[in-house]
Nanobody
Framework: VQLQASGGGLVQAGGSLRLSCAAS????????MAWFRQAPGKEREIVAA????????RTADSVKGRFTISRDNRRNTVDLQMTSLKPEDTAVYYC????????????WGQGTQVTVSS
């Protein structure tokens, strides 16, 4: 599967951004999908994830109530709506796909930069 992320940019603290990831390849609905992020000098961390039906989801404590992950299995996309952004949300955001569960991912997009200014 190939993943193409888009939607990053520069935003002021308190603002919003919507990231989108388009997938191509084998049937999209088979995949668990997730967004990760990696800030400079820090390890990559999972931000949010969901299964094919969006009945099983996972959201990092640091973004709960502010970020929402969603998917459209007809359009083969997974989005991350980010609100009330904080400077500490600044990172490169990656979408990922996997077949083994919410915690394991094998395919990665190229990353999109999100910068939140104070």
């Amino acid at each position: 599967v190939q993943l193409q992320a888009s939607g990053g940019g520069l935003v002021q603290a308190g603002g919003s951004l919507r990231l989108s990831c388009a997938a191509s390849g084998p049937p999209f609905r088979n995949y668990y999908m997730a967004w990760f992020r990696q800030a400079p000098g820090k390890e990559r961390e999972i931000v949010a994830a969901l299964d094919w039906s969006a009945t099983s989801t996972r959201t990092a404590d640091s973004v709960k109530g502010r970020f929402t992950i969603s998917r459209d299995n007809r359009r083969n996309t997974v989005d991350l709506q980010m609100t009330s952004l904080k400077p500490e949300d600044t990172a490169v955001y990656y979408c990922a796909a996997g077949l083994r569960g919410l915690d394991e991912y094998d395919w990665w997009g190229q990353g999109t930069q999100v910068t939140v200014s104070s």
